[in-house]
Structures are given as C-alpha cells and as structure tokens.
C-alpha cells in the first residue's frame, strides 16, 4: 500500500496549468526521483507536498490521512533546499539543532540527536565550526543532517546537488543514497540531470508539461522508453516513423519506403505499441559500402554529412532516404565527409514508441 499519493492533483500560476490531474504514489522507503526538463512541474510538485502551496483541486494522503490542507508546520518533512540555506552566525551544532529547538525538545535529547545525525552525514567533530569553514559538499551534508534530525516521516530533496563541481556531486550522490538506505527513509528527489537520478532511486518520474510520461525503475526507464518525449531525454536521438507494422510471434515486421526491417519484440512492446522506433547512436551500426553484403539484413544505404571526433571515436550524421540518422563507431580511421556507408539496425536495441 502507498505511503502517500497525489490524486487528481491541478495546480495553476496566472491560470496556466503547471499540474493537470496529476497522480503520484510512492510506497515506504523508496527513493522516488522527479525528473525532467525546466518547466516540467517537478518543484512545484516537491513544494505541494512539503506544504510551501497548495493545489487549486485534488487530494494528497499521507497515511490514509487527507494532509490537502495540513500547513506546512504540521508536517513532519525534512526539506533539503538547493543553496543549502544555513544560518551563517550559527555554529553546525546549532544549525542543525535549530528544529528540534523549536519542538521544545530537552537539551540533553537534542545534544544526542544531533551528534548522532552528525555521525551518519560524516561530521563528526565539525560541530563547532561555522559554515563559511566548510566546503560545499560539508555544508550539503549539515543541510541533510539539519532535515534528518528532526527524524522526519518524508525527505525531500530540491536539486541538491546543482551547486557543486561534478566530482562532488557523484560522491555527494552516494552519500544521499548510502544515508537514504540506511534509515530507510521514504524519499522524493527532484533533479534534471538523468545519471544523478538513475544512480540512486528505486523509482524515477520522468516528467513534461505537468504529468508523468514514464514511472519506473531506472533500467526499465533506460532500455524500454515508453514515448518519444521519454526516449530523448534519455539519449535515443534517432526515431524512424515506420509506414507499416506486422507482429509475427517474437518478431516484428516494420516498412519504411523500400525498406523492411525486422526486430526482436522486448518485453515491453504490446501491439498497441506505436510504429515510431527509436534507436540509440551507439547502438545504430555504421560500415563502408564495401562491407555491405556481409551485413544483407536491416540493412540501407547513406551518405556521410557530418564527422565529429569523440575522443574514443567518432559521430556520424548520416543522410539516407529515411531521414537523417547519427550514429557513434569507435575507429582509428575515420569516414570522410561525403563517403557512401551502409548503417545496420540491429534485431534487439531498437524500442517502438508512442
């Protein structure tokens, strides 16, 4: 049974709908990540559930309790802003004891909370220090301990991670999901970077214009994309509207013009799936026309347009009848500008969507 759901949930800034009958339901002690472009509606959706605002129509349960219209103080969340939002003339200690002040906890129970909550966020000896002694990341994990101690029922997480360098942000990203994991805390994180969210959730959201395009977990969000709008955010930049399709037990039988391609059907196709296919660059298979009769499957002909160098390889843009296609090959010599190639669509990678 979920922990909480948003249900039927609109919400609107100058009658522009930023949720539309938005649902969400996350079960306990999962880490459920909000992903999505600018604009998409995933800080607001984090803010309706801290309490920050409230929707126009529709409910959020938290425990089979309608919380709609429970304020924000009677909420027992953590929150984890973006720019950290310390009080600089406090010390960590303080800081991170500054909730369990206003609680009217005793002062010998807040000394224990918060040394501990300093030992699992690894600060451990910084609790005299203030805050512009500490690095980026130092502060991030008092802003964490600062919403654990209070020994929340729900985390919440916005972009936590934006304002630190990329090496900081993996090792930052661990730390959420090892402390995440080890109090088993249910979780909601809001993110726009797709390999911060896929390293450590159960559960991703990925969402558009105020709903939610795919929910599930990361692997599942990775190889079988379920719409177009899905399938580029997470890397599939070549898509084929195929003019035919025929399902044949295990196989699939799509035209294009003159050609005929056949693919292996993935767990997730149904033949209510769409007839767009999507294919990464890096699985798309590229070879030199004199190659082509070794590969007489899946197979079209097509012209190099563009040649750009990745370091490990190269990019190609490739013009053919079907449209543009870019395809990526690890090679010491490359194709010129202008060459006649033959790319390959493999049986397996390529996913249909809607």
Same mark, same amino acid.
């Given at each position: 049974? /979920? ?8 919400? #609107? ?23 999505? +472009? ?104 008092? /802003? ?15 972009? +936590?991670?934006?304002?630190?360098? #990329? ?17 088993? =805390? ?12 896929? #390293?450590?959730?159960?559960?991703? #959201? ?71 296919? /999507? =294919? ?53 010599? +490359? ?20």
């Amino acid at each position: 049974m /979920a922990l909480f759901t948003l249900q039927d949930i609109s919400v #609107a800034y100058n009658k522009q709908n930023i949720l539309k009958d938005f649902h969400l339901e996350i079960e306990k002690g999962q880490l459920v990540s909000l992903l999505g +472009p600018s604009g998409c509606g995933k800080t607001t959706t984090l803010r309706l559930i801290a309490g920050f605002l409230q929707a126009n129509s529709g409910k959020f349960l938290f425990k089979d309790k309608d919380y709609t219209k429970v304020p924000v103080n009677r909420r027992n969340f953590g929150f984890v802003f973006q720019n950290y939002a310390l009080f600089p003339h406090l010390s960590i200690f303080d800081n991170v004891a500054f909730g369990l002040r206003l609680r009217k906890v005793s002062k010998d129970e807040i000394e224990k909370r918060v040394m501990n909550v300093l030992e699992i966020v690894n600060l451990h000896g910084f609790e005299k220090r203030f805050p512009k002694q500490l690095s980026g990341g130092q502060k991030q994990r008092v /802003a964490i301990a600062r919403a654990l101690v209070i020994e929340p029922d729900l985390l919440l997480f916005d972009e +936590p991670l934006s304002n630190l360098d #990329a090496n900081l942000r993996v090792n930052m990203r661990e730390e959420i999901r090892r402390i995440q994991q080890e109090l088993g =805390i249910t979780t909601v994180y809001v993110s726009h970077d797709q390999e911060e969210c896929f #390293a450590i959730s159960d559960q991703v #959201a990925i969402m558009n214009k105020g709903i939610i395009e795919q929910l599930s977990n990361p692997a599942s969000i990775y190889k079988y994309p379920e719409t177009k709008f899905v399938a580029e955010f997470i890397g599939f930049k070549n898509f084929i509207v195929f003019d035919k399709r025929k399902d044949a037990g295990n196989e699939i039988t799509l035209k294009k013009a003159d050609f005929e391609f056949v693919i292996h059907k993935n767990e997730r196709m149904t033949n209510e799936t769409g007839k767009i296919g /999507a =294919i990464r660059p890096d699985d798309l298979l590229i070879h030199g026309k004199e190659e082509s009769d070794h590969f007489p499957g899946n197979t079209f002909p097509g012209k190099v347009k563009v040649s750009t160098y990745l370091g490990r390889g190269y990019q190609y843009v490739v013009d053919t009848s079907i449209g543009e296609l870019t395809v990526n090959k690890e090679m010491d010599t +490359p194709y010129q500008i202008g060459q006649e190639v033959v790319l390959e669509i493999p049986r397996e990678p390529m996913v249909l969507v809607d």
